[in-house]
C-alpha cells in the first residue's frame, strides 16, 4: 500500500507542478497580449493625431516626426516619475495637460 500511496503522491504533484507551469505560461501570454494591445492602442492613438493635425493644420513629416519624439521623452518622463509612485506620475501628467488646456 505504501508503494501505492507514494506513486500516487508523486503522481499528484507531478499534475499540480503541470497546472503551475501551465498557468505561468498563461500568465506570460496574458502579460504579453496586453502589452501588444496597449502598444497597438498607443500606435493608433499617435497615428489619429497625426492625421487630425495633417488634414487641420498641415502638419507635414517634420512636424509629426517632431511631435512623436516629444510625446516618447513626456512618456519617458512620466515613467521615470513613477519610481515615486503611479498616483503621484499620474497628478504630474494630468496637472501638465490641464495647464496647456488653459485649466490652471
Not at 508523486?10 to 496574458?30: F, H, N, P, W, Y
Not at 509612485?85 to 490652471?104: F, H, I, P, T
Request: proline fraction near 0%; hydrophobic fraction near 40%.
Amino acid at each position: 500500500m505504501a508503494g501505492k500511496s507514494a506513486l500516487r503522491k508523486k503522481q499528484k504533484e507531478q499534475v499540480l507542478a503541470g497546472i503551475r507551469i501551465a498557468s505561468a505560461a498563461r500568465t506570460a501570454m496574458d502579460l504579453k497580449e496586453r502589452a501588444d494591445l496597449i502598444h497597438n492602442t498607443v500606435v493608433t492613438v499617435m497615428e489619429a493625431y497625426g492625421v487630425a493635425l495633417h488634414q487641420k493644420y498641415g502638419f507635414g513629416k517634420s512636424r509629426l516626426q517632431l511631435l512623436e519624439k516629444l510625446v516618447n521623452e513626456t512618456i519617458e518622463e512620466w515613467g521615470d516619475m513613477q519610481a515615486d509612485g503611479l498616483d503621484y506620475a499620474n497628478s504630474k501628467l494630468q496637472e501638465a495637460y490641464d495647464q496647456a488646456m488653459g485649466k490652471k
